[in-house]
């Protein structure tokens, strides 16, 4: 069984957790976990994929252990968040890498690939939602508070 | 949005996360599409 290294490093001020296994050199995929969650979630897929893959899955800011800045110090939007991860992966030398995204990680994995599609080799989304139509009809209560959000 | 993109889609009868769940099932997708990139990527060259 492919052992998980648990490491912290600091990425634009903040304290990035996340998870790792693998050997360096072997392809690499990003595991980006949905909400409310945090790279825990992966505690199970990692070992199944280490033996073939560099795996990283960091805990997106505001989640598990990486920090979690006040609202007046770090806009929790999906752009800034997929900011930082994007600054992660270059921290932690992610220069090409497939996307395995889940939930609330696929409109953050997804920005990645629309900013680098270069670095990006294979998107992996699992429920993952780009448009609100993917979004089911159990939504429709906040609806409102989404089209707020946009306007502002 | 899958189909429009031409996105190979893989379908389970499972719960929202199957990752936890039954992880064994989520290898498959990854395996594949990783390894296909690879094996057009050697073919470039």
Not at chain 1, 61 to 76: E, I, N, T, V
Not at chain 1, 90 to 117: I, K, N, Q, S
Not at chain 2, 17 to 43: F, G, K
Request: overall charge neutral.
């Amino acid at each position: 069984m492919a052992s998980i290294k648990y490491r912290t490093v600091e990425v634009d001020a903040l304290k990035v957790f996340y998870r790792e296994a693998g050997a360096p050199d072997a392809p690499k995929v990003l595991l980006l976990h949905g909400f409310p969650s945090a790279g825990h979630m992966f505690r199970d897929l990692i070992p199944l994929l280490a033996d073939r893959f560099h795996v990283v899955a960091p805990d997106l800011p505001g989640f598990g252990q990486s920090d979690m800045p006040p609202r007046s110090q770090f806009k929790y939007t999906f752009d800034n968040i997929a900011r930082l991860i994007d600054r992660f992966t270059e921290v932690v030398g992610f220069d090409r890498f497939a996307l395995y995204v889940f939930d609330y990680g696929a409109p953050t994995g997804f920005r990645l690939a629309m900013w680098h599609p270069e670095r990006i080799t294979a998107i992996i989304s699992q429920n993952g939602n780009a448009y609100e139509e993917g979004l089911s009809d159990g939504w429709n209560p906040i609806s409102p508070v989404r089209a707020r959000m946009r306007c502002s | 949005m899958a189909d429009r993109m031409k996105a190979r889609v893989y379908s389970h009868s499972v719960d929202h996360m199957p990752l936890v769940t039954v992880p064994a099932i989520v290898v498959d997708p990854i395996l594949e599409a990783v390894h296909e990139r690879l094996s057009i990527t050697q073919q470039n060259r």
